[in-house]
């Protein structure tokens, strides 16, 4: 499976836009680019996938490079609640098992 | 709605001890998989099943069992507990075990091995 990178840490102010990028520079046109996140004491949460085209939903946006080689979450309007560790996973399209890989991921920090 | 269920979530063993680490889910979910959470590092799969019946290794299943006699219940089974084993436990389903699925994460098992 590709790798992605990740910055260790990020902080935001309460209310403002948050965008947290990630590196896939090894993908290949099948992996699959998916964001969960971990609020502290709970088990991940899914957010957000795409294949090439942005993506919108509830929870955030997710924006994909032309060249499909990075990716960037964004939180349109931070909140407290925000706070986790924010994981940018690929996964094959004919994955095996369905397993996530998952990296160390952004600690996201927000502050009021 | 309950989703992902995992019981128990808090549990203190003996070296040598075996016990059984509970999953179920009511989503009618094909794909059910546990992971392992060690301080300060990403999740780790261990085993994992694509229905019931079928089950599968992941990354690290070295001194855990798993069976799938139900589509709704997964559960993880320590046969010998070992201090290398304390950890946090999450079971997660999806609906197929497609790549483009979101997966559903319990809450977790909070397990300490002394």
């Known amino acids: 499976d590709a790798k992605t990178t990740q910055p260790n840490s990020m902080e935001s102010n309460e209310e403002e836009p948050v965008h947290l990028p990630c590196n896939h520079s090894?993908?290949?046109?099948?992996?699959?680019i998916h964001w969960y996140r971990q609020l502290p004491s709970q088990g991940p949460e899914y957010v957000i996938h795409?294949?090439?085209s942005n993506v919108n939903n509830r929870m955030a946006s997710l924006a994909i490079a032309e060249d499909r080689k990075s990716s960037t979450l964004i939180l349109h309007r931070a909140t407290l609640r925000d706070a986790a560790v924010y994981y940018c996973?690929?996964?094959?399209?004919?994955?095996?098992?369905?397993?996530?890989?998952f990296g160390q991921g952004t600690e996201l920090s927000v502050k009021p | 709605n309950a989703g992902v269920t995992q019981t128990p979530k808090f549990q203190v063993l003996k070296t040598g001890q075996s016990m059984t680490l509970q999953c179920a889910q009511d989503?009618?979910?094909?794909?059910m998989s546990w992971y392992r959470q060690d301080p300060g590092m990403g999740l780790r799969l261990i085993h994992y099943?694509?229905?019931?019946?079928?089950?599968d290794q992941g990354e690290v299943p070295n001194g855990y069992n798993v069976s799938r006699s139900t589509t709704e219940d997964f559960p993880l089974r320590l046969l010998s507990a070992a201090p290398s084993q304390t950890s946090v436990y999450f079971c997660?389903?999806?609906?197929?075990?497609?790549?483009?699925?979101?997966?559903?994460f319990g809450d977790g098992t909070r397990l300490s091995i002394l």
């Open positions: 997660a389903s999806s609906l197929r075990a497609l790549s483009n699925q979101p997966q559903h």
């Open positions: 090894t993908i290949s046109g099948t992996d699959y």
């Open positions: 795409g294949l090439t």
């Open positions: 996973i690929l996964r094959m399209i004919y994955n095996q098992g369905g397993k996530l890989i």
């Open positions: 989503m009618n979910h094909e794909y």
């Open positions: 099943s694509v229905g019931a019946g079928i089950t």
